[in-house]
T-cell receptor
Framework: EPEVTQTPSHQVTQMGQEVILRCVPISNHLYFYWYRQILGQKVEFLVS????????KSEIFDDQFSVERPDGSNFTLKIRSTKLEDSAMYFC????????????FGSGTQLSVL | GESVGLHLPTLSVQEGDNSIINCAYS??????FIWYKQESGKGPQFIIDIRSNMDKRQGQRVTVLLNKTVKHLSLQIAATQPGDSAVYFC????????????FGAGTRLAVHP
């Protein structure tokens, strides 16, 4: 069964450093998302992406965040200058389109900012 | 304001019993209500959804009930199995907000043999 894959599974970085989280969505999907989950809290929407542009973004997704689909398979989330409060599990998700309520999530990247 | 929340943070059940996980929502404009399951170390997994114009929808061993009068959503799991142990999140999509899910806080379901 096709699945969303994310790398790395764990990322440790120093405050102020840039990180890039990588995702390979399911191949025939058209809509891509990043969500995050701070330990013990709810899953929070960050950004949605369709047709090579951002469709919607949350208040969390400020100027320090960016997304890119550099080729036909990868979807990346970049944090330019990480802060302690960016520590969280980051989930990539995708859907084919038409069923926006049914997202396919990856297993996540645990980001720890020290 | 808009919010999706859960009544109980942890639910413990015996294997074979039925489980009921509850969720309250505040936004009457939501089009879809959805249940996701998150197992340890994994991302959320879609279980079942219900459109706002429906009251009940059944899947395999799961049933979702929507009570719009009191803005309440529930997930019923029949004959709960150890593999059902996970955190369950309710989520919603607002009218016109088809690009994002709004998740609730989550309920942990612990199934005991």
């Amino acid at each position: 069964e096709p699945e969303v894959t994310q790398t790395p599974s764990h990322q440790v970085t120093q405050m102020g450093q840039e990180v890039i989280l990588r995702c390979v969505p399911i191949s025939n999907h058209l809509y891509f998302y990043w969500y995050r989950q701070i330990l013990g809290q709810k899953v929070e929407f960050l950004v949605s992406f369709y047709n090579n542009e951002i469709s919607e973004k949350s208040e969390i997704f400020d100027d320090q965040f960016s997304v890119e689909r550099p080729d036909g398979s990868n979807f990346t989330l970049k944090i330019r200058s990480t802060k302690l409060e960016d520590s969280a599990m980051y989930f990539c998700a995708s859907t084919a389109g038409g069923d926006h309520e049914k997202l396919f999530f990856g297993s996540g990247t645990q980001l720890s900012v020290l | 304001g808009e919010s999706v929340g859960l009544h109980l943070p942890t639910l413990s059940v015996q294997e074979g019993d039925n489980s009921i996980i509850n969720c309250a929502y505040s936004n009457s404009a939501s089009d879809y209500f959805i249940w996701y399951k998150q197992e340890s170390g994994k991302g959320p997994q879609f279980i079942i959804d219900i459109r706002s114009n429906m009251d009940k929808r059944q899947g395999q061993r799961v049933t979702v009930l929507l009570n719009k009068t009191v803005k309440h959503l529930s997930l019923q799991i029949a004959a709960t199995q150890p593999g059902d142990s996970a955190v369950y999140f309710c989520a919603e999509i607002f009218s016109g907000g088809y690009n994002k899910l709004i998740f609730g806080a989550g309920t942990r379901l612990a199934v005991h043999p």
